[in-house]
């Protein structure tokens, strides 16, 4: 498993280093100009020395291997300057937003919290409620549990999130006035009365994105557990006088999460993403918010960085997924 793990991550380095190089090249090639609001009003040799502040005077292969030396040297020396009081990147020139003029990465650790508060707490209720949901309606097919877990589940997966969203706002924020339509970004949790208010403002968006994950995860879980429950080692289980929990929850259910794993493992980069449509529509600022602004300043940086940063945890956690199968399953051996 060890020699697995290294092989992976020798491999996931030219691997990144390709998709880095690709986003950079598509954002070069898209429209728009950083300097596009820019009043017209403005001198032609001022707004050359603006482009130039902004580093865009350099040809493009200088400015990838200036970003590649920030991402991967700079950044880091700069955090463990913060964490550890040292001042190793002392003078060193960070990743630079051509929207705020701020640092990128401090932008994100501004925005991080929000995006994990509600999209990791949606998507953690979300498999909470999908996998026991799976298991029963697989272990009950056709039952009426499995008939409306089904009839459920094909409504929160076919439904957009924009449209559920604005449907529980209509319902319970104007309405009947249950839960504040915009979530406020600058509460602070302090006491009881704002741990309550944080609490009322984040039922809606994570009761949607939870109904989106859990409708996908129970589907899985219920398919990969019909699969299984089929099986001759399971016959095999029941004849030899095994209790029908211990064969369902032990033997079962472990091989059932195989398929399950990846699908969450996989969807654990989105988390960090940011649902973009559920956090425009209730108003949450967070990292979804933050790329779809970026796209639409043209700032380059910002984009680059945000969708690298996914590009890793995408490498990452499927890296995660595959060892996981190895705990899950003892056939699967890698070395």
Same mark, same amino acid.
């Given at each position: ?7 992976? +991550? +020798? ?115 979300? %498999? +909470? ?5 799976? %298991? ?154 933050? +790329? %779809? ?43």
């Amino acid at each position: 498993m060890l020699s697995f793990t290294l092989r992976r +991550l +020798l491999l996931a380095i030219p691997t990144l280093l390709f998709i880095s190089l690709v986003i950079f090249l598509l954002l070069e090639a898209s429209p728009g100009d950083p300097l596009g609001d820019v009043p017209l009003t403005v001198p032609p040799e001022v707004r050359e020395r603006m482009r130039a502040a902004l580093g865009l005077g350099e040809p493009w292969p200088v400015r990838y291997l200036l970003w590649l030396k920030q991402f991967f040297w700079v950044e880091p020396l700069y955090w463990t300057d913060r964490w550890f009081g040292t001042d190793f990147s002392q003078g060193a020139q960070r990743i630079i937003s051509f929207q705020s003029r701020s640092p990128v990465f401090d932008v994100i650790a501004q925005r991080i919290p929000q995006t994990l508060t509600v999209v990791g707490m949606s998507y953690v209720v979300g %498999i +909470l409620i999908a996998i026991p949901i799976g %298991i029963l309606s697989a272990y009950r097919q056709y039952s009426w549990f499995d008939q409306i877990g089904t009839f459920i589940s094909m409504i929160g997966f076919s439904m957009p999130t924009f449209f559920t969203g604005v449907v529980l706002i209509i319902i319970f924020a104007v309405n009947l006035q249950w839960f504040p339509s915009v979530y406020n970004t600058t509460l602070e949790v302090n006491d009881w009365d704002s741990f309550l208010q944080q609490v009322r403002q984040m039922v809606m968006p994570v009761t949607v994105l939870a109904l989106y994950n859990a409708a996908q995860i129970s589907r899985f879980m219920r398919s990969s557990m019909l699969d299984n429950l089929g099986q001759d080692y399971v016959r095999t289980a029941r004849a030899k006088g095994l209790s029908e929990r211990k064969v369902v929850l032990k033997h079962v259910l472990r091989n059932s999460l195989i398929p399950v794993v990846t699908v969450i493992a996989l969807g654990l980069p989105a988390v960090f993403g940011g649902a973009i449509i559920t956090e425009q529509v209730f108003r949450v600022n967070g990292l979804g918010q933050l +790329l %779809i602004s970026a796209i639409h300043a043209n700032d380059i940086p910002m984009v680059l960085t945000l969708t690298f940063i996914f590009a890793i945890l995408i490498v990452v956690f499927t890296l995660i997924a595959d060892i996981l199968y190895g705990v899950l399953d003892p056939r699967i051996r890698y070395d």
